[in-house]
């Protein structure tokens, strides 16, 4: 069952452009993903025309991935450099290969556990050539039957953050938005320049905001769907820590940014600042309830009401506003039966949290594809 199913129907579809796509070509970094690679290249495949590619780039595999993308039919190059591990420098050894031949108009990268939607591929090919300009499709999980309470909770706040928050940025800052990962399309004059390499464990986030900074926004595709499968409980936390630990780091270095370039000619981009300031849901609801206690003691005491009615309204309509977007799509992902596990995933979410404040993670780890 698809996080997608519950929620991107509740969107009106958005005209698709009557400018066909461009040549382009899938990118693909793997590392090890030899158990579920064939499947991705096959479903990429199904939506390229004579004139498109996919290429892998097998990065310092230790398994069979390479001979598997080949055999599925992609063009393959294969990295072995164990000192620089991670996605960037997979991409940026892709582009070297793509820079040997003619280079393609558009270059879609798609992770290797993640699958494309319907006419996705040509889709979102077709909006950046007519925009010219990144693109970031809608990036989802599909979430197994037998999903635990807390892997559904981590779906929601993932189906709000790539989804709910991308259209509301969107909207606000005239059409700008935040890479996410996969389901990205790059023109190639934009691809051929972007600073690919970095550590960041956010690799992603950091590029998108490097591209807006430097004149080349990102805009957002709802209806180009992109969608891996959930992770297993423990790899959820894994996971969890290195999305949330280099998010908030990079976020603490982009905001004076883009607070400085809204507030000296650029004002589109202090809706991306105000976005970069949003904690994690959990780490906002923890922090909300820590300081409603202090407030509520103080009141106690005798000292001022209004900071504790003013930080309890605003937490009343936040509570709202989760509670129309649990109604309008997420009640699929997270029965109702289930908001009862919503303390527990606060308290799972503790030991992120204080790894933060001490022996955070600062290396990128492969996420463990295995099911619960």
């Known amino acids: 069952m698809l996080a997608a199913e519950c929620f ?33 290249i096959r479903a990429v495949r199904n939506q390229l025309r004579r004139c498109d590619r996919v290429l892998v780039v097998a990065d310092n595999c230790t398994d069979h991935s390479a001979a598997i993308a080949r055999a599925a039919g992609a063009d393959v190059v294969e990295r072995d450099d164990p000192d620089l591990r991670g996605k960037a420098y997979a991409l940026a050894y892709g582009r070297a290969a793509l820079r040997q031949d003619a280079p393609p108009s558009i270059v879609i990268i798609v992770d ?172 906002l609801a923890l922090g909300a309830m820590a300081i409603l206690a202090l407030l509520a003691g103080v009141a106690t005491l005798g000292g001022p009401v209004a900071p504790f009615v003013a930080l309890l309204g605003a937490g009343v309509m936040a509570a709202c506003a989760l509670l129309f977007i649990w109604l309008l799509g997420g009640r699929k992902i997270l029965p109702g039966a289930m ?8 308290l799972w979410k503790l030991p992120i949290y204080r790894r933060l404040m001490g022996g955070r993670q600062k290396h990128w780890v492969r996420t463990s594809r295995e099911p619960d």
């Not at 908001?339 to 606060?346: A, D, G, K, S």
């Open 339 to 346: 908001i009862v596990q919503l303390p527990r995933y606060l």
């Open 8 to 40: 991107v129907g509740a969107f009106p579809e958005t005209r698709q452009s009557h400018i066909p796509a461009p040549p382009f070509v899938v990118l693909i970094p793997a590392h090890d993903e030899a158990h579920g690679i064939d499947a991705v």
């Open 112 to 283: 290797a556990d993640c699958l494309p939607g319907p006419g996705a591929l040509p889709r979102l090919a077709a909006h950046a050539a007519r925009y010219a300009s990144v693109v970031q499709g809608c990036y989802l999980l599909t979430i197994p039957p037998h999903a635990t309470p807390l892997v559904r909770v981590s779906c929601l706040a993932f189906m709000m953050k790539n989804m709910v928050r991308q259209r509301g940025l969107a909207r606000l800052s005239g059409g700008r938005a935040l890479l996410q990962g996969t389901g990205m399309a790059f023109p190639w004059r934009i691809f051929d320049t972007a600073p690919l390499e970095t550590s960041s464990l956010v690799e992603d986030l950091k590029l998108g905001l490097d591209l807006t900074l430097a004149g080349s926004p990102v805009r957002f595709d709802t209806h180009a769907l992109f969608t891996s499968n959930a992770s297993a409980q423990a790899a959820t936390q894994g996971q969890r820590t290195r999305w949330e630990h280099g998010s908030i780091i990079t976020a603490l270095h982009y905001i004076p940014r883009f607070l400085w370039a809204g507030l000296t000619g650029q004002p589109a981009l202090l809706p991306i600042a105000m976005d970069l300031t949003i904690a994690p849901l959990a780490l």
